[in-house]
T-cell receptor
């Protein structure tokens, strides 16, 4: 079983739609959580950290459920420029390692 | 003013050759990393150095040898290249180690290695 699991997609949505991605992690020692974004043939870039109480950054909302070991990302009012692969990332307590999911691909169409 | 840079961007070589990839960061970070992203897009850490000291060494064949001449540079040397080494290799850096990964990691543009 992978340490961080994501639905690979692709999710094909029209502009303006709301889309949600889910992620589960298996290591209960996971301490910090992130969503990274990776454009085609580019490097991953931090989109946002995920806090226990949930957090929002503009059109993006991240949620964490430690009991269920589940993380989500909600994108409202999708833009064409949101088309990318979204990587769920987990850090294990007392290590500097980031464990990446395989990513969920989003394609926003006009 | 690129933050994390890698050279070369593309590398095509024959099986059995030895090659190096270079990475430099100008962010003043203490910690640098090498990741491998395979054809299935799975990104996996290989090594991490904190201020020239190796702190993470995942299960990687010993044909792969990282070298950090100073904290701004982390190079990756690969001996006796194999077909399965074909992948994109990303360098990354973060401010410091020992903070349980709380610091953002900044990635370089990647080196696309193709072994023929």
């Amino acid at each position: 079983r992978k340490e961080v699991e994501q639905d690979p997609g692709p999710f094909n949505v029209p502009e303006g739609a709301t889309v949600a991605f889910n992620c589960t992690y298996s290591n209960s020692a996971s301490q910090s959580f992130f969503w990274y974004r990776q454009d085609c043939r580019k490097e991953p870039k931090l989109l946002m950290s995920v806090y226990s109480s949930g957090n929002e950054d503009g059109r993006f909302t991240a949620q964490l459920n430690r009991a269920s070991q589940y993380i989500s990302l909600l994108i409202r009012d999708s833009k064409l420029s949101d088309s990318a692969t979204y990587l769920c990332v987990v850090n294990i307590r007392n290590t500097d390692k980031l464990i990446f999911g395989t990513g969920t691909r989003l394609q926003v169409f006009p | 003013d690129t933050a994390v840079s890698q050279t070369p961007k593309y590398l095509v070589t024959q099986m059995g050759n030895d090659k190096s990839i270079k990475c430099e960061q100008n962010l003043g970070h203490d910690t640098m990393y090498w990741y491998k992203q395979d054809s299935k897009k799975f990104l996996k850490i290989m090594f991490s150095y904190n201020n020239k000291e190796l702190i993470i060494n995942e299960t990687v064949p010993n044909r792969f040898s990282p070298k950090s001449p100073d904290k701004a540079h982390l190079n990756l040397h690969i001996n006796s290249l194999e077909l399965g080494d074909s992948a994109v290799y990303f360098c990354a850096s973060s401010l410091r180690a020992g903070t349980s990964g709380a610091d953002t990691q900044y990635f370089g543009p990647g080196t696309r290695l193709t072994v023929l």
